[in-house]
């Protein structure tokens, strides 16, 4: 018997057809199945109206012989009471589905791809369309395109993330949008590797309508990307991420330093991430850059890449470590700071801190410092 400690789950919007559906029954008169509506209220905290709406659906049924050989069945495949629990309150007619003729497939299918156990367990409480979705017509040619485009991703984990991130990636026909929306990204420009990270990245483009991606093309092109250059496809990521008014937003943290709107499009380019990036954090690097390392305009829009890094964690405690070495005059040869951020922390450390014998602990002082600030003052993290 399930565990009365229940999972909160808020249902993802794909899911919500599947409880509207029982919940659609309330507007004709109902006849609960009083076996089905305790059982659902007692096991699995649903609302009064859900258990109705679902009990009178399986009105028919006499026992709970079925929802108890499900809940045996996915238990004994790795899952646990609550993410059965949250399965069912998604997706309530997995309980009454067969096990040998409808759950079973799946999962053993999921399971010859290398997901099970907690995985599993993971991929079915964030997907669980893949339980009723069909194996044949659906699941598994889906899953079929996608190892296709996914490049050297062995054991799944690519997939796995797919799988959970995009709900309905694999629980449609591929001929509905999937197939179209690959080929529409290939006349773009958009083959092999970079294919396989825009999937990665933001699966969820590959089954929106043909019009939604045409119009975040053209955004993206209207940001000064060509389809020729390796970068259009990290710009369709952050513009297929970020509303317009959004995008505006931070054009005018920029606008705010005195940074054009065609500076601001250069820069989008260089870093297309700057894009998904804060406000906080933009106007706080921007100002760090120009008004503390005294960089020209110009320069930071040349560099713009440098505006991704934390300021706490990396910009700052560099910053620190060159004054000291300044400071001292330890170097005849003033390090170029855009140089040195872009380094490995291990460069960095070799080539500015260990070097100097010295001087290690009070370079070390410097660098650390700030860290250690940073990290304790959880509630200011700018990253």
Known sequence: MLSRKVLIFAPKPSLLR?????????????????????????????????????SSRYAHLKSLEKPHSVVRFLKAAGLSDSEI?????????????????????????????GISGPCLGKLIVLNPLVLVASLENKLVPCVAILRRILINDRNCEDLFKILCRCNQIVCRDPNSLLLPNIAFFESCGIVGSQLAMLLRRHPMLFVKEESFLKSIVSKTLSFGFTV???????????????????????????????????????????????????????RLAIDF??????????????????LIY???????????????????????KEPKFSSLVLLTDEEFEQKYIFRFKDNVEELLTAYRAHLLTSSSDEGKDLV
């Not at 990396?314 to 005849?332: A, F, G, H, N, Q």
């Open 18 to 54: 599947f409880v509207s559906s029982f919940s659609s029954l309330a507007k004709t008169p109902q006849t609960p199945n009083p076996i089905i509506q305790d059982y659902l209220l007692k096991h699995f905290s649903f609302n009064e109206k859900q258990a109705l709406a679902v």
């Open 85 to 113: 629990q949250s399965t069912a309150r998604s997706v309530p007619q997995i309980l009454f589905s067969s096990v040998d003729k409808v759950i079973k497939p799946k999962v053993e299918f999921f399971q010859g791809l």
């Open 228 to 282: 020729e250059s390796r970068m259009f496809v990290h710009g369709l990521v952050s513009a297929g991420t970020m509303s317009d008014d959004k995008v505006e937003e931070k054009v005018q943290v920029f606008k705010s330093f005195g940074i054009s709107k065609e500076e601001c499009c250069q820069m989008f380019v260089v870093a297309p991430s700057l894009m998904r990036t804060s406000e906080r954090k933009l």
């Open 289 to 306: 850059f120009l008004n503390t390392v005294k960089f020209e305009r110009e320069e930071l829009v040349r560099r713009a890449v440098l």
């Open 310 to 332: 934390s300021l706490e964690e990396r910009v700052i405690p560099r910053y620190m470590v060159t004054e000291v070495i300044k400071s001292k005059r330890l170097l005849k």
